[in-house]
């Protein structure tokens, strides 16, 4: 074949793909406008949960530290009062710190838990300018009081919450 015809073949073959691909479904993702839903296993960041009546279900265990392999979570744990109640727990975290830049988002701080406190969820949008701001502090990590709930620390009547470990599902006792 003479190298000039050839040539004008496989521009045209190029030419072809190209138009071809006009027709075509776009696979890109317009993020971060559009995101993607992740997948129903995903780990992304922690939050601490509450009881519906306000109460936070972290008792300040530091089981949760223990299991971390990355040495991630710093717990610091106070006891609660009939006056000054955070849990229905003996105790409840006064301070509950991740570090992000540590976490190697493996899920076993979520095993350990024993009131299933902390979750790992769907926000994997984490990103930091210094050191500082990747630790992620009660603050931070606990949600907000739902809708027919009390912020914490609440007034509660003495002898209503006398486990240390509550039980999950009704937390009076
Ligand atoms: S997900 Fe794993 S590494 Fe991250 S804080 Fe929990 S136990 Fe530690
Ligand atoms: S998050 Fe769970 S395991 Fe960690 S300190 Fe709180 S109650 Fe204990």
Known sequence: MVPELARVQEILRGMWVTFRSMFEKPVTIQYPEVKRPVKSRFRGRHVL???DNGLEKCIGC???AAACPAN???VEAAENTDEERYSPGERYAATYEINMLRCIYCGFCEDAC???AITLEDQ???SFSNRADAIYTKEKLLLPVPENGQPTPQKTPPGKFTRSVP???DPKD
Do not use: D, G
């Open 167 to 169: 039980k999950m599902e």
């Open 62 to 64: 530091s089981l949760c």
């Open 124 to 126: 994997y949008e984490l």
């Open 114 to 116: 024993p009131t299933q």
């Open 49 to 51: 949960h509450r009881y």
């Open 72 to 74: 991630a979570i710093f």
